[in-house]
């Protein structure tokens, strides 16, 4: 903390009367030293950050903060207002103002600093000093640690600093002495454990807040008697709290801004969600909350899971199961524009039929009273999002690998891939290179001097450079052929072989209802329409994979209708909800009833998905839309053949599960199917998360 703030960075008698003067004032200082470049390009990131959310705090204090490119060096300037200024806080003005300005690449030493900062924020004892504190100087050695020397007004300072080592001292005597008397005497009987909560704290700078509010729960925890562990996700990273902590708490406190990550890992536990600064304030609320719903049994459902970013190359997996990983967090990222972009196409198709993909750019010509117009608007825009398909799967390929400095990498090497025509088999070769290209640089040791430039400036230089080289010099060509080797292969196939994928595509669709094999089917038929003009194999497959994947939620309420008494309360319930999931193509409204008999939903979904992509297949049922179910048979090709293909299946699998079901032996004292024992519901059994498919 020495070189971040010292004498001069510090007015113990700011005269401004607003936020924004008060900001500018001791941004004006932070000039003065060289820490800041450009003083207006600075205020306007301070302003920017203050528009996300008031960095005013109960207690008097103000934190305006930012990280700014024009920065030379993480700094710290603190002010002191008389007559307080208003930052937003709830219970009136600041006196203390702290100004933090952080690098765009400010490394994590640095950032780690200022989140101690932050938590002494959270102090009464620091906060007094500082108000009492009359000297410059002494001012900033407080801010930095130091313990400065008992002169010009001081002395207020040192007592509050001998005051809480004493109160420090004191503790430990009396802990001690409290330690041998027990011991002398008969053991006592073992305390009630105490209430336990985990909780995770993050804003979106992740310098101040994120550690104020973790000082303030903790400092409330002590207080109720509660025992708490906070993990701090902050710019600087973050380090996972001990599963065996978590599986030992009884409550969760979420206070957070931007998305909690790995938030599947507190899952079934009574858990109070709210925003970061609800913690600083009223951090004693929060834990009541929680105790609360706790002592009434309100727990969190099983979540969804941890993006694949998340879940990706955790230590000790093998090279195969990263791989598997890393692949699959592209390709979820890639599905909602596929969404997207596909049913906006679709729009477009049934609004102006399928010429439309030869109208003019809307910008040239647009009549507001054509439907052909609209119809025009809705196909290019859907065009302009599947234009993102391959660079998103690079992009996030490579963010599965290195984190964010892989996107840029990434989304180059994947617009090169669409540049030279390596599609989709392009998209894959330059996320993986990416994130290899990068993990590679990272692994170079580098002089702190040039640390902070490293994830702005660097990395994506030396990576986007390397991988741009690589595909269009080194393997693109080679790809760009296999690719439309693969294109024309599709093309050609028909008869027998045309079922026998049609078969395998079902197969997988319908294996584990959402995850990656189901994906990698899905993403396989995607790819093949992501193109202006679509062949007619690609549309096939495309129709295949989506009937298949309607079956089984399709069965599973198929089968609680007809056959209601082997199935209990909570899966006839699920049934009900598993129509409108299946005609929508969502296979996971299906997975309540894998999860709860996977050996007998599995199989049967399997073989009446199989069934119905060969029948697809057969017909020769053609699907331009990726997604949508029912409710794009318009656009199918052969509809009524395509319905009854889908109907086939979903009588297969529906009789496949009441006889394997009936054949089952009841185990004695257990209780019959129908009695209404709880089985995994839809919100319990694992669900995954609904995208395509």
Wanted: charged content about 15%; some cysteine.
């Amino acid at each position: 903390m020495s070189d971040m703030i010292t004498a001069d960075l510090v007015d113990l008698d700011l005269s401004a009367d607003t936020k924004e003067a008060a900001a500018r004032a001791l941004a004006e200082r932070m000039v003065a030293q060289g820490r800041v470049t450009d003083l207006e390009g600075f205020l306007a990131d301070v302003a920017a950050r203050e528009a996300q959310m008031p960095t005013g705090l109960d207690g008097g204090i103000g934190i305006p903060h930012c990280r700014s490119e024009h920065v030379t060096e993480p700094t710290l300037a603190f002010g002191r207002s008389a007559p307080g200024i208003d930052f937003g806080a709830t219970d009136g003005p600041a006196d203390l103002i702290f100004l933090i300005a952080a690098p765009a690449g400010a490394d994590d030493a640095h950032l780690t600093i200022l989140s101690s900062l932050a938590r002494q924020l959270m102090n009464a004892e620091f906060t007094a000093a500082l108000r009492s504190v009359g000297d410059a100087g002494a001012a900033a050695a407080l801010i930095r640690g130091e313990e400065p020397a008992a002169s010009d007004g001081d002395e207020d300072s040192v007592a509050v600093s001998a005051a809480a080592s004493a109160e420090t001292a004191t503790g430990s005597t009396a802990s001690s002495a409290t330690s041998g008397v027990e011991s002398d005497e008969t053991p006592a009987a073992e305390p009630e454990r105490p209430f336990r909560i985990v909780a995770v704290t993050s804003c979106p700078t992740g310098i101040a807040h994120t550690y104020m509010a973790a000082e303030s729960l903790e400092n409330a925890g002590r207080e109720a008697g509660v025992e708490i562990a906070v993990e701090t996700q902050g710019s600087a990273g973050f380090t996972r709290l001990d599963p065996a902590v978590i599986e030992a708490a009884d409550g969760v406190i979420f206070a957070h801004d931007v998305p909690v990550r790995d938030k599947d890992r507190f899952a079934g536990k009574a858990t109070v969600d709210t925003g970061v600064k609800a913690a600083i304030n009223r951090p004693g609320e929060l834990i009541t909350e929680v105790r609360g719903k706790a002592a009434r049994g309100e727990v969190t459902s099983a979540s969804p899971g941890a993006t694949p970013v998340e879940r990706g190359g955790e230590p000790g997996e093998g090279y195969g199961t990263k791989l598997r990983k890393w692949l699959m967090s592209g390709v979820s990222y890639m599905v909602p524009f596929v969404a997207a972009g596909g049913l906006l196409i679709a729009l477009g198709f049934a609004i102006g039929g399928y010429e439309i993909n030869k109208a003019p750019s809307v910008m040239d010509h647009f009549v507001w009273s054509q439907a052909d117009s609209w119809a025009a608007l809705l196909f290019q825009i859907g065009g302009v999002a599947f234009g993102f398909l391959v660079p998103v799967l690079a992009g996030y390929i490579a963010y599965g690998m290195a984190d964010r400095p892989g996107l840029v990498p990434g989304f180059v090497g994947g617009s090169i891939a669409l540049t030279i025509n390596a599609g989709f088999l392009g998209g894959l070769a330059a996320g993986l290179i990416s994130g290899a290209v990068v993990m590679a640089i990272q692994r170079v040791r580098i002089p702190a001097a040039l640390r902070g430039i490293m994830p702005v400036v660097v990395i994506p230089l030396i990576s986007s450079a390397v991988v741009g080289f690589l595909m269009f010099v080194v393997i693109g060509k080679p790809i760009a052929s296999a690719q439309k080797a693969m294109t024309d292969w599709l093309s050609g196939l028909s008869g027998a072989n045309a079922v026998l994928l049609g078969a395998l595509l079902g197969l997988m669709m319908c294996f584990d209802l959402g995850g990656p094999v189901n994906k990698v089917a899905y993403a396989f038929a995607t790819a093949g329409i992501a193109v202006s003009d679509p062949s007619d194999s690609a549309m096939k497959i495309m129709a295949a994979v989506m009937a298949a994947g309607m079956v089984p939620p399709l069965a599973m309420a198929l089968a609680t209708t007809v056959r209601g008494r082997l199935f209990n309360a909570a899966e006839r319930e699920n049934g009900k909800a598993a129509w409108v999931l299946g005609a929508s193509f969502i296979s996971e409204g299906a997975i309540p009833f894998a999860a709860a008999d996977p050996l007998r939903v599995i199989p049967s979904s399997m073989v009446g998905g199989a069934l119905t992509g060969a029948l697809s297949m057969a017909f020769g049922a053609t699907l331009r839309a990726p997604h949508g179910g029912i409710f794009v048979v318009p656009l199918i090709g052969n509809p009524l053949l395509y319905l009854v293909a889908i109907a086939a299946g979903v009588c297969v699998t529906t009789a496949l599960v009441i006889v394997l079901k009936g054949l089952r032996k009841q185990a004695p004292g257990t209780a019959a199917p129908g009695s209404g024992d709880a089985a995994p519901s839809a919100s319990t059994a694992g669900r995954k998360e609904p995208v395509a498919a």
